[in-house]
T-cell receptor, first 109, second 114 residues
Framework: RKEVEQDPGPFNVPEGATVAFNCTYS??????FFWYRQDCRKEPKLLMS???SGNEDGRFTAQLNRASQYISLLIRDSKLSDSATYLC??????????FGTGTQLKVEL | DAGVIQSPRHEVTEMGQEVTLRCKPI?????LFWYRQTMMRGLELLIY????????DSGMPEDRFSAKMPNASFSTLKIQPSEPRDSAVYFC????????????FGDGTRLSIL
């Protein structure tokens, strides 16, 4: 089993829709969680950290479910500019992060 | 503020040649990471340094790959000799050392080995 698993998608959604991605992890000792966004032919960019209490940044909400070992990302009122690949990552202590292979989102008119 | 700076942005070379990729981390960051990204395998950690010391190189594919960090503001990843299967995007990232610290990536080097 992979340490971090994501549905590769693509998720094709109309503009304005709400879309959610999940990311499961196998290491119960994981302590830090992040969502990154990667545009085509660009580098991954930090989107948001994921805290135990959940956190929200504008249209984006990230949550952690330790019991079921997954994190989620919810995007409300999706925009064309949200089209990208979303990578989840987690650390098991120290600095090292393990990344999922990403979920591709396509927002359409 | 300057982000992570990588060079070159693109590299095309023939198999058997030596390739050197360079990275300057964000000032004040004391952890540096080298990743390789391909369609098939996604983003793979090759090696990382804390305070210029290699901590985990278990992701380095084979002896043809080597990495150094002679000081806090510079690191290199070298492939010698290069092979076509090394073609990928190589990213450098840096962070402040410690748990719960996100990593910040450079623009990457697109490497093509012919």
């Amino acid at each position: 089993r992979k340490e971090v698993e994501q549905d590769p998608g693509p998720f094709n959604v109309p503009e304005g829709a709400t879309v959610a991605f999940n990311c499961t992890y196998s290491n119960s000792a994981s302590q830090s969680f992040f969502w990154y966004r990667q545009d085509c032919r660009k580098e991954p960019k930090l989107l948001m950290s994921v805290y135990s209490s959940g956190n929200e940044d504008g249209r984006f909400t990230a949550q952690l479910n330790r019991a079921s070992q997954y994190i989620s990302l919810l995007i409300r009122d999706s925009k064309l500019s949200d089209s990208a690949t979303y990578l989840c990552s987690m650390g098991g202590g120290g600095n090292k992060l393990t990344f999922g292979t990403g979920t591709q989102l396509k927002v359409e008119l | 503020d300057a982000g992570v700076i990588q060079s070159p942005r693109h590299e095309v070379t023939e198999m058997g040649q030596e390739v050197t990729l360079r990275c300057k981390p964000i000032s004040g960051h004391n952890s540096l990471f080298w990743y390789r990204q391909t369609m098939m395998r996604g983003l793979e950690l090759l090696i990382y340094f804390n305070n210029n010391v290699p901590i985990d190189d278990s992701g380095m594919p084979e002896d043809r790959f080597s990495a150094k960090m002679p000081n806090a503001s510079f690191s290199t990843l070298k492939i010698q000799p290069s092979e076509p299967r090394d073609s990928a995007v190589y990213f450098c990232a840096s962070s402040i050392q410690g748990s719960n610290q996100p990593q910040h990536f450079g623009d990457g080097t697109r490497l093509s080995i012919l």
